[in-house]
């Protein structure tokens, strides 16, 4: 069974950077496409960004484009999200997704992905 961990949460100060790791553990095999998503308190989950398998596709929400990017390293199952310019309302947990069954929905919908991880808690301090 695939787990999901991500690391690389905490306290930043507004206008700082975070490096997120998602890593998975008990993948026999393939690299599925992964995404992260971000819920605050209150508020719905909300797509960040998503990579395919093998690199070649990458999306951004709005709202992170031109201060993000997104990579993977599949030798070690291990996807990283990086966001730059942070700002207090970005204060969430954020989670990271696989899509273990393929599908055509689209890579910012939730649904897409199959298993989820705990999410690690990103605060952003004014």
């Known amino acids: 069974q695939v787990q999901l961990v991500e690391l690389g949460g905490g306290l930043v100060p507004a206008g700082g950077s975070l490096r997120l790791s998602c890593e998975a553990s008990?993948?026999?095999?393939?690299?599925?496409?992964i995404g992260w998503f971000r819920q605050a308190p209150g508020k719905e989950r909300a797509f960040v960004s998503a990579?395919?398998?093998?690199?070649?596709?990458?999306y951004y929400a709005d709202f992170v484009r031109g201060r993000s990017t997104i990579s993977r390293d599949n030798a070690k199952n291990t996807v990283f999200l990086q966001i730059d310019n942070l700002k207090p309302g970005e204060t969430a947990v954020y989670c990271c997704?696989?899509?273990?069954?393929?599908?055509?929905?689209?890579?910012?919908?939730?649904?897409?992905?199959?298993?989820w991880g705990q999410g690690t808690q990103v605060t952003v301090s004014s």
């Open positions: 997704a696989e899509v273990d069954k393929e599908n055509n929905l689209p890579a910012s919908s939730p649904v897409r992905y199959d298993t």
């Open positions: 008990g993948r026999t095999f393939s690299d599925p496409d």
């Open positions: 990579i395919s398998w093998s690199g070649g596709s990458i």
